[in-house]
């Protein structure tokens, strides 16, 4: 299966739809959140990415929420919105975990979740999954500019509990594009310039 991974557009339309003009040889995107900025105009970038003809799987960033991305796809058919939740696509499984995690320092507007509320999530999370995750796990690919570690400790956990088959992320801006390894799993920071993978 091939995927086209990206993350963090954040109101960037081009990079929507120069993502959207490249689905050749893809046969699943999936978007790892932050679509808008602030809570505001994800349609800035959900119109572009509406034109994709492929199944589409996307978590909220912590810059919309669950049912605000939701409502911004409600008439895309091929998008599956998830958080704490999974859908299956041509018998692979994508489990789906949104928001900043831990809670960020951005205030009321930003969409996070602490660590006790994202493990309570992320129980739902079978075993030899793709985990789309907002947020990275902590101490893989989440390093900011500043050399903090700002990834999640229940992320961390549930991967080294499910051993996922991919895990995709992003938030942390500084390490888009980069590509780690927690247990046996490839943890992918995907950033918005997309980055393709092929599942085997």
């Not at 939701?70 to 008439?75: G, I, L, W, Y």
């Amino acid at each position: 299966m091939k995927l086209l991974l990206f993350s963090d557009l954040h109101c960037d339309a081009t990079a929507a739809k120069r993502l959207a003009s490249h689905m050749t040889d893809i046969d699943v995107v999936i978007g790892a959140g932050d679509f808008g900025n602030s809570r505001h105009d994800l349609e800035l970038c959900i119109g572009p990415l509406r034109s994709v003809e492929l199944p589409v799987v996307l978590v909220p960033g912590n810059n919309e929420s669950f049912e605000e991305l939701q409502e911004a796809c409600r008439d895309w058919p091929l998008a599956h919105v998830l958080h704490g939740s999974s859908v299956e696509i041509d018998g692979v499984t994508f489990f789906g975990i949104g928001g900043g995690i831990p809670v960020t320092p951005f205030g009321d507007w930003s969409y996070d979740f602490t660590e006790e509320q994202a493990a309570d999530l992320l129980v739902a999370c079978p075993n030899d999954v793709v985990l789309i995750s907002h947020s990275p796990p902590q101490g893989v690919v989440d390093t900011s500019s500043r050399g903090e570690n700002l990834g999640s400790v229940a992320v961390r956990d549930a991967i080294l509990r499910t051993r996922p088959r991919l895990v995709v992320c992003g938030h942390v801006h500084a390490c888009a594009g980069r590509v780690a390894v927690l247990g046996d799993t490839p943890v992918v920071n995907a950033g918005p310039m997309g980055l393709h993978w092929e599942l085997v």
